[in-house]
């Protein structure tokens, strides 16, 4: 059973408001606060959630008559300190860009604003929990204070789409303690994920193990060795992978997938996460996967 009573998530991109929405729908959280420094990005947001918890009660997944009182639950703010000042989170997941420096300067002004008795967690799917956990200890000048704050920092790593993914990686930073490793686990059961424990280790499990096989499949791709849809089908049906590993990282965006392998390349060294050229040159093009309608296959005619 969790202890979290009021969630607060930041950033309403498609992650944030996929882990709000299975906190409001399957957890049940009695209060949920989304904070975005964009309010028409919170708006969206917002009303994407609205969406979702309206078609979990068209498909029985909830009581009808819960609907009103789910969605009354749901606030918005625009930064950390309006919600330090109008709310009191028990658990904070940042789900933000995927830049160590914004992450920082969050995690930063989280512990500073934010109880000490707050989960800080990062829905981050290759940067460092260690780091973000000193970003939380240095808002402390007190020793005890500044262990305790990056005590309570945890990785908390939800898949997209978070509806349907049923696993969730809980990351454990150097100084993370063994208290939040357990209230971030009983979170995630919650929302009725099948949770596995990882070190801080760069890439975590699933990242670590399946960017090189996207990698691979792109220097094939680049190579002419073999088209998009044969590597793709031959991952389905030999591997009986859901979704080809150039399907997969359109989906995902070529922009992240390339983070992610930068990410792990610069924290190992090891040439098997180097990123492609043909990625490189992609992300360069704007041609990032389905979210500009261009990647690998071509979304324009759907869009």
Not at 5 to 15: D, N, T, W, Y
Not at 213 to 228: D, G, L, P, S
Request: proline letters at 4%; hydrophobic letters at 45%.
């Amino acid at each position: 059973m969790t202890d979290v009573q009021q969630l607060a998530v930041l950033g309403c991109g498609q992650m944030g408001i996929g882990i709000a929405s299975v906190a409001a729908i399957q957890a049940r959280i009695p209060r949920i606060v989304l904070v975005d420094v964009s309010a028409k990005q919170a708006e969206r947001g917002r009303a994407s959630l609205e969406e979702q918890v309206r078609k979990a009660a068209k498909y029985r997944r909830i009581e009808p008559r819960l609907v009103d009182s789910i969605l009354d639950s749901v606030h918005i703010v625009h930064s950390i300190e309006e919600l330090a000042s109008a709310h009191t989170p028990d658990l904070v997941i940042e789900a933000a860009s995927e830049d160590v420096d914004v992450k920082k300067r969050v995690f930063h002004a989280l512990a500073k604003h934010l109880p000490l008795r707050t989960l800080l967690a990062s829905n981050t799917s290759s940067i460092s929990i260690t780091t973000l956990a000193r970003a939380a200890a240095d808002a402390y000048t007190d020793p005890a204070e500044a262990a305790a704050s990056a005590a309570r920092v945890v990785g908390i790593h939800f898949f997209n789409p978070v509806q349907v993914m049923r696993l969730v990686e809980v990351v454990r930073a150097l100084q993370t303690s063994d208290e939040s490793v357990q209230r971030a686990t009983a979170f995630a059961v919650a929302c009725r994920k099948r949770t596995v424990l990882c070190v801080d280790t760069p890439g975590f499990i699933v990242n670590r193990i399946n960017i090189v096989a996207m990698r691979e499949a792109i220097r094939m791709a680049e190579a002419k060795e073999a088209t998009y849809e044969d590597i793709d089908q031959a991952m389905m049906l030999g591997m009986r992978h859901p979704m080809g590993p150039l399907r997969l990282a359109d989906f995902v965006g070529l922009d992240i997938c390339l983070h992610v392998m930068e990410s792990i390349y610069e924290a190992t060294g090891e040439p098997q996460y180097a990123p492609p050229g043909l990625l490189l040159r992609m992300v360069h093009a704007g041609w990032l996967g389905v979210k500009t309608a261009k990647g690998f296959y071509d979304y324009r005619a759907k869009a």
